[in-house]
């Protein structure tokens, strides 16, 4: 039957830098198809997958690897023949899950399968062994005895039926073995003619990486002067964030300088309204300092007036002095006047009660 896919999906390929043995470098440009194969000649499973005509996976699971998830939809696992470790990046943790599931089933079978052929070969050495032990005595037993074939025959023929069937069942493993033999002839070839494949894939991608790397440093040269062109357009971009800046700070200062104008011209036109009054205002100070002058003259005269009204009134309060002096003595005399009638009458008082 040969092989076949048994499962398959999508992921983006990854080998691990064989230098450095830590970083990941691409095996693909984008997700490729990643398949396990089941070769029933040889009962053996394949993990293989092609990005075009280019083999980036050729790795025969054994029961020794293990399949790792990194990180949520990432898994990687080590290939010992191939010398290198290959890595999967899926598009969703579901994908990874399962390519995980079919790892380890597929591992399992493998285990399987090479117990079934240890224990077929162990089984054959055993076989081997005792149809030679088997043959030493019998030939020595034949060698012994004297007589006719038919005698002979009939004095082996037990062991011989056992040893003919053994024989018989050892040639067609033989057989067998021989099939299995050109089958693995074909295969070796088959192997020898993709391992030529993948060694002209291995020189095209080397030759591939030249290139690769040829860009990779036409991209970095491109990069640089991209990130100076950068570099200048953000510094005319500050330099015009600046200016804008500027431009808006001057743009207030006009508004307000147009504010401030406008109260000036306000403020002159009412100076030019009060300009307009001030004759009138004028005429109006000449009369009032007119009337100043008069009201100046009135009150010199009431000021003398009032100098000999305050002459009359120091007059009146002497007067009043000497009249509150003379009203002092007489109310003196007149309270004196009046004890005296009161101690009349207290006299009399006292004679009309001893009368």
Sequence with gaps: MGE???YTTRAHVFQIDPTTKKNWVPASKQAVTVSYFYDSTRNSYRIISVDGSKVIINSTITPNMTFTKTSQKFGQWADSRANTVFGLGFASEQQLTKFAEKFQEVKEA???ARDKSQEKAETLSNHSQQESGRETPSTNQASSINGTDDEKISHVSPEAAILKSE???LKSEVEQSNTNAKKWETELQTLRENNARLVDALQESSANVESWKKQLSA????SDKLKEKIAELEAQCNEANQEKQRNSQLSVR????????QDKEQELENLR???EIIPQLMAECETITTKLQ???TKNKELEGRIEGLQVEINDSRQKQGNMKGELKKFMDILDGKIDELHEFRQGLSKLGVDN
Aim: glycine share 0%; charged share 45%.
């Design 110 to 112: 493998a285990k399987l």
């Design 254 to 261: 006009v508004k307000e300088l147009e504010t401030e104008l």
């Design 273 to 275: 309204k009060q300009a």
């Design 4 to 6: 076949q896919p048994i």
């Design 294 to 296: 008069a009201a100046e």
């Design 167 to 169: 024989n018989e069942r």
């Design 219 to 222: 991209c970095k040269e491109e």
